[in-house]
């Protein structure tokens, strides 16, 4: 499609979307796709799935290879550690390079001569973004680059330098990208704009979480590949940050979107709803609020509303399950949610054992956990939980409470997503090992990767025979949980979360 100016007025913008999803569309990407053109500019998309890159698959039932490709990843045992190391490098290279497609079709579209090129991205994209840069560079088109990630001021210096380069947005830019984008193209000084960092290092100040959600356009997805989808699921954001907010290795809590709590109306959660049901023709939907019950009055303003205002309608969402009197997740909730079309909730289960629990500061307790997995199950919801092994001080025994924990919950949950612990750039807990090392004296930073906003570390507490008896019990349980099939009525949502 040829990119031409709305009424011959406005800017025409390229945007290349790099995050690949197999079952939805960006959503920061569609708000802002939204916003360029209420706002008169014209916009060409650029999916990679859409030109047959092939997607990233989340979750899946896994076989006995995912098994041992797990027991691999996360060896600890001596012998294995090159292996491991070597296999981690070859597949973190295969995923990130530049894709030759993704790169043909930008410079496709970058013939057409468009006032400035929008590139939205993870930090596993550099590679891409450096490539793209170049060919931004040599046709002399303005570059921007923003992801969540950015508002991190070592993390933005750390990509300032790539080729044709103009600025790194690290700011919620619902309300003003546009103005951004008129700045980029007549050559103005964009660090009038908060949360910009320019290639010669000089940064704006810092940009304040936006607040006034129910403003925000409601986001244009026409462009994505609806087609490719082999579910069409429609996602969707209710409120940013976290209420609770505390949890010390936690990157979604100081991220550009996720600094501080901040909700929408119930009317205008199902004001969008209804508007995407009807231009997407689906009642399927997936929350991406960092925790839905954060406002509890929120959640159950949609559980009593969703299905007068879609009447079919199935969603998916995040929840903290904390120790607040009202957090929204009795039994009775869970099982109205469900009423509702709730089928599937994930949580951040992290660890079986209360020591760690409470110094990651997660605010949640194991019985508390083992509540809520129990009534979520009874009332008929797929339940899907995080956890990872590593984490600063975890011993043998707190890994053994974690196995436990796991067994006596084993035909009550669908999916565990269990990963090594990551030293993340920013997080009260990285700030407190790079202050005051001495406090943890067997886990030590080897190496800072501020392109990636994280350090790698040496952990020497995962050392021992009883440490890694401990971890082959996890993960067993691990691959008996997830060797099966997800609960039926939640199978349209399989990957997702």
Same mark, same amino acid.
């Given at each position: !499609?040829?990119?031409?100016?709305?009424?011959?007025?406005?800017?025409?913008?390229?945007?290349?979307?790099?995050?690949?999803?197999?079952?939805?569309?960006?959503?920061?990407?569609?708000?802002?796709?939204?916003?360029?053109?209420?706002?008169?500019?014209?916009?060409?998309?650029?999916?990679?799935?859409?030109?047959?890159?092939?997607?990233?698959?989340?979750?899946?039932?896994?076989?006995?290879?995912?098994?041992?490709?797990?027991?691999? %990843?996360?060896?600890?045992?001596?012998?294995?550690?090159?292996?491991?190391?070597?296999?981690?490098?070859?597949?973190?290279?295969?995923?990130?390079?530049?894709?030759?497609?993704?790169?043909?079709? +930008?410079?496709?579209?970058?013939?057409?001569?468009?006032?400035?090129?929008?590139?939205?991205?993870?930090?596993?994209?550099?590679? +891409?973004?450096?490539?793209?840069?170049?060919?931004?560079?040599?046709?002399?088109?303005?570059?921007?680059?923003?992801?969540? !990630?950015?508002?991190?001021?070592?993390?933005?210096?750390?990509?300032?330098?790539?080729?044709?380069?103009?600025?790194?947005?690290?700011?919620?830019?619902?309300? $003003?990208?546009?103005?951004?984008?008129?700045?980029? *193209?007549?050559?103005?000084?964009?660090?009038?704009?908060?949360?910009? +960092?320019?290639?010669?290092?000089?940064?704006?100040?810092?940009?304040?979480?936006?607040?006034?959600? #129910?403003?925000?356009?409601?986001?244009?997805?026409?462009?994505?590949?609806?087609?490719?989808?082999?579910?069409?699921?429609?996602?969707?954001?209710?409120?940013?940050? *976290?209420?609770?907010?505390? *949890?010390?290795? *936690?990157?979604?809590?100081?991220?550009?979107?996720?600094?501080?709590?901040?909700?929408?109306?119930?009317?205008?959660?199902?004001?969008?709803?209804?508007?995407?049901?009807?231009?997407?023709?689906?009642?399927?939907?997936?929350?991406? #609020?960092?925790?839905?019950?954060?406002?509890?009055?929120?959640?159950?303003?949609?559980?009593?509303?969703?299905?007068?205002?879609?009447?079919?309608?199935?969603?998916?969402?995040?929840?903290?399950?904390?120790?607040?009197?009202?957090?929204?997740?009795? &039994?009775?909730?869970?099982?109205?949610?469900?009423?509702?079309? !709730? &089928?599937?909730?994930?949580?951040?289960?992290?660890?079986?054992?209360?020591?760690?629990?409470?110094?990651?500061?997660?605010?949640?307790?194991?019985?508390?956990?083992?509540?809520?997995?129990?009534?979520?199950?009874?009332?008929?919801?797929?339940?899907?939980?995080?956890?990872?092994?590593?984490?600063?001080?975890?011993?043998?025994?707190?890994?053994?409470?974690?196995?436990?924990?796991?067994?006596? %919950?084993?035909?009550?949950? #669908?999916?565990?997503?269990?990963?090594?612990?990551?030293?993340?750039?920013?997080?009260?807990?990285? #700030?407190?090992?790079?202050?005051?090392?001495?406090?943890?004296?067997?886990?030590?930073?080897?190496?800072?990767?501020?392109?990636?906003?994280?350090?790698?570390?040496?952990?020497?507490?995962? $050392?021992?025979?009883?440490?890694? %008896?401990?971890?082959?019990?996890?993960?067993?349980?691990?691959?008996?949980?997830?060797?099966?099939?997800?609960?039926?009525?939640?199978?349209?949502?399989?990957?997702?979360?």
């Amino acid at each position: !499609m040829p990119l031409v100016s709305v009424n011959g007025g406005g800017r025409r913008v390229l945007i290349v979307d790099l995050n690949n999803f197999s079952t939805f569309p960006t959503l920061a990407v569609g708000i802002i796709v939204a916003a360029l053109r209420n706002s008169g500019n014209a916009v060409k998309l650029i999916s990679p799935l859409a030109n047959d890159v092939p997607a990233a698959e989340r979750e899946h039932a896994e076989t006995i290879v995912d098994h041992y490709q797990r027991r691999l %990843h996360l060896s600890t045992l001596a012998p294995a550690r090159g292996i491991r190391d070597a296999a981690r490098s070859l597949r973190s290279w295969w995923r990130e390079r530049p894709h030759p497609r993704v790169v043909a079709e +930008t410079v496709l579209a970058l013939e057409e001569q468009p006032d400035v090129l929008l590139l939205s991205a993870y930090l596993q994209h550099f590679p +891409t973004v450096q490539a793209l840069g170049r060919v931004a560079a040599r046709r002399g088109i303005p570059l921007i680059l923003g992801g969540p !990630m950015f508002n991190l001021p070592n993390t933005a210096s750390a990509w300032r330098a790539i080729p044709g380069l103009t600025a790194i947005v690290g700011a919620e830019v619902d309300l $003003n990208i546009s103005e951004i984008v008129e700045a980029a *193209c007549n050559g103005d000084d964009l660090t009038a704009f908060p949360g910009v +960092t320019l290639p010669n290092g000089m940064q704006s100040k810092a940009a304040p979480p936006l607040r006034a959600l #129910d403003l925000t356009p409601l986001p244009d997805f026409t462009d994505f590949p609806w087609d490719r989808y082999r579910m069409h699921v429609i996602p969707l954001m209710a409120s940013r940050g *976290c209420q609770w907010n505390k *949890c010390n290795f *936690c990157s979604d809590i100081i991220s550009a979107s996720g600094r501080t709590y901040r909700n929408r109306s119930v009317e205008s959660v199902l004001h969008e709803m209804r508007e995407q049901s009807r231009r997407h023709r689906s009642k399927d939907f997936i929350f991406l #609020d960092l925790k839905l019950n954060s406002n509890p009055n929120l959640l159950r303003g949609i559980v009593e509303n969703v299905q007068s205002n879609i009447r079919g309608a199935q969603w998916i969402g995040t929840v903290h399950v904390d120790e607040r009197a009202d957090n929204g997740l009795s &039994r009775r909730e869970l099982k109205l949610a469900v009423a509702a079309g !709730m &089928r599937r909730i994930s949580f951040g289960l992290e660890s079986g054992s209360q020591r760690l629990l409470d110094a990651m500061s997660k605010g949640s307790t194991v019985e508390g956990n083992s509540e809520f997995i129990r009534n979520a199950f009874d009332v008929g919801l797929s339940v899907r939980c995080t956890m990872f092994k590593g984490y600063p001080g975890e011993t043998a025994a707190d890994l053994e409470l974690s196995a436990d924990f796991l067994e006596r %919950h084993l035909p009550y949950i #669908d999916r565990v997503r269990f990963n090594d612990f990551t030293l993340l750039d920013g997080t009260e807990l990285s #700030d407190q090992i790079h202050a005051n090392p001495e406090a943890f004296p067997n886990f030590s930073v080897s190496q800072a990767r501020p392109r990636r906003a994280q350090s790698l570390y040496v952990n020497r507490g995962g $050392n021992g025979a009883a440490y890694r %008896h401990a971890k082959s019990r996890v993960l067993r349980a691990v691959f008996e949980i997830n060797r099966r099939k997800i609960r039926s009525s939640a199978r349209v949502f399989d990957g997702l979360m």
